[in-house]
């Protein structure tokens, strides 16, 4: 299992300098059974990265450009975040497939190079409303997956997380039921398994106003395997308790 704090463009230095201290003394415990990472905005890479040394917390990036290097004003390689320390990068989040209009392509070219460099990926997919209400949710994670997975083996030591995030259920306080996360976690193993054989070692996490209130239940479903977590992440303590419950349903 694994647990990811998404802090998405929040904190400023001595904010997350605390955050980070606080994660790494309220999940030291659990995270010897459950993977533990913090995701800050990309200035606070190296100031996160004092902090989580040496302790059971990995540290991850929000995004990544998919070129090695040149003339793409404001932009991070994937060599520069994996010098700062990253293990894990997001990509494809709804939020940058929104607002910056990044493709299926595009999205499966960053995955390409975050492995390249020897760090996971954590590709996100998920529906609209609009798509579930029409039926199409199954279509669009599918293709979403097709597109961010072209090109990739899990050969040679890649490794990769994909995590479920529809759309409606993030920053709004509404959940996906876990009957209705369970339900598209089965259909994304059922793709992954066609796509790298059964015993794909791929945790498919789950992401939507996920709370210390809800995360127990989320994580008893048998595909659900660690949360992508957002507005809770900015909160150690309600941090620690998604990775508390994690750890007990992992020990289960
Ligand atoms: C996210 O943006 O990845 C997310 C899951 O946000 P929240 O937990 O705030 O819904």
Redesign the pocket.
């Known amino acids: 299992m694994l647990v990811a704090g998404?802090w998405?463009m929040h904190t400023d230095l001595r904010a997350a300098d605390r955050l980070a201290s606080e994660v790494v003394r309220l999940t030291d415990a659990d995270a010897r059974t459950v993977d533990v990472a913090v995701c800050p905005p990309s200035v606070w890479l190296e100031a996160v990265r004092e902090r989580v040394r040496g302790t059971r917390v990995a540290l991850g990036a929000q995004n990544v450009h998919p070129e090695e290097k040149g003339a793409f004003t404001g932009e991070v390689s994937a060599t520069m975040l994996s010098e700062a320390g990253c293990t894990y990068v997001?990509v494809g989040?709804?939020?940058r497939r929104r607002h910056f209009h990044e493709s299926d392509a595009f999205v499966g070219e960053k995955v390409m190079q975050v492995m390249k460099h020897g760090m996971t990926p954590i590709l996100?997919v998920g529906e609209s409303l609009e798509e579930r209400d029409s039926d199409a949710a199954e279509t669009v994670v599918g293709r979403q997956l097709d597109g961010g997975l072209i090109g990739v083996s899990l050969r040679h030591g890649n490794t990769l997380v994909v995590?479920y995030?529809p759309v409606w259920?993030?920053?709004?306080g509404r959940t996906a039921t876990p009957e209705q996360a369970q339900a598209m976690h089965a259909f994304i193993r059922e793709k992954l398994a066609a796509r790298f054989g059964a015993e794909e070692p791929v945790p498919i996490l789950y992401?939507?106003?996920?709370?210390p209130g809800n995360a127990a239940e989320l994580f008893a479903q048998p595909d659900i395997g660690g949360?992508?977590?957002?507005?809770?992440?900015l909160d150690a303590e309600a941090f620690a308790a998604i990775v508390g419950a994690a750890a007990d349903a992992a020990r289960n």
Do not use: M, P, Q, Y
């Open positions: 998404n998405k997001i989040h709804s939020e996100c995590a995030e259920a993030i920053g709004t992401g939507g106003s996920v709370k949360g992508l977590i957002g507005g809770a992440s």
